[in-house]
């Protein structure tokens, strides 16, 4: 199965990166074809129709195309008052919007249809980012992507890593691992060969 990795932040020592590369990682060892993308690799503006309508980045085009390619996805969102960042809201857009002019990508659901999603987030709050995945959880729903009942929300990220950046508590690792192969699970039976 392909599974495609990424967080919703750039943040040089962001907690969500390093859960997303545990998460590779992981389902890595478990068997999985794995794709870990670091967003900040990619060169995507802010969403606006009229730079789209001169073009849609070449970056965009990469993400829609990596996005495509993979039934399986686990997103690591921080939480930024209680929701998502923007920059998972402007990825998610971009990828989301079609290129009228394309016969292939003129489909605004091409690179998100069928996808199986697992949702996790890290915070250094107690909560560990939970509210931000109730706001991210619908916009993959419209997006037409299955997701996973199964969710993992770790807190206190601070303390939540040892110095090679595994997790500390058995229990969070367990329920990280609860994700991953409950993704795995659901994306051999619910998406569509791409
Ligand atoms: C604008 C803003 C709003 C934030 N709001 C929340 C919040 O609602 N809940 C929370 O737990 N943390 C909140 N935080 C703190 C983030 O959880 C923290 O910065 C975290 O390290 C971001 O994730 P990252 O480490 O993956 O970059 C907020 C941070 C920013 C910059």
Not at 78 to 86: C, I, L
């Amino acid at each position: 199965m392909k599974l495609l990795v990424f967080a919703g932040s750039t943040r040089q020592n962001s907690w969500n990166r390093k859960l997303a590369r545990l998460v590779a990682e992981m389902a890595r060892a478990g068997g999985a074809q794995v794709t870990h993308l670091e967003l900040g690799d990619f060169e995507v503006p802010m969403y606006n129709a009229d730079l789209e309508a001169r073009g849609t980045p070449a970056d965009v085009m990469r993400l829609k195309q990596i996005t495509y390619e993979h039934p399986a996805w686990i997103i690591c969102t921080p939480e930024y008052n209680a929701s998502y960042p923007a920059l998972l809201k402007n990825t998610l857009d971009w990828i989301s919007s079609p290129v009228r002019s394309d016969p292939v990508w003129n489909d605004d659901f091409r690179s998100t249809r069928g996808k199986v999603v697992g949702v996790l987030s890290a915070s250094p709050g107690a909560l560990g980012g939970l509210r931000s995945q109730s706001h991210l959880v619908p916009l993959l729903l419209n997006l037409h992507c299955w997701v996973a009942p199964k969710n993992f929300a770790l807190g206190r990220a601070a303390d939540a890593f040892d110095a090679q950046g595994a997790l500390v508590a058995d229990a969070a690792k367990k329920n990280v691992q609860a994700v991953i192969d409950q993704v795995l699970w659901a994306a051999e039976r619910l998406s569509p060969a791409t």
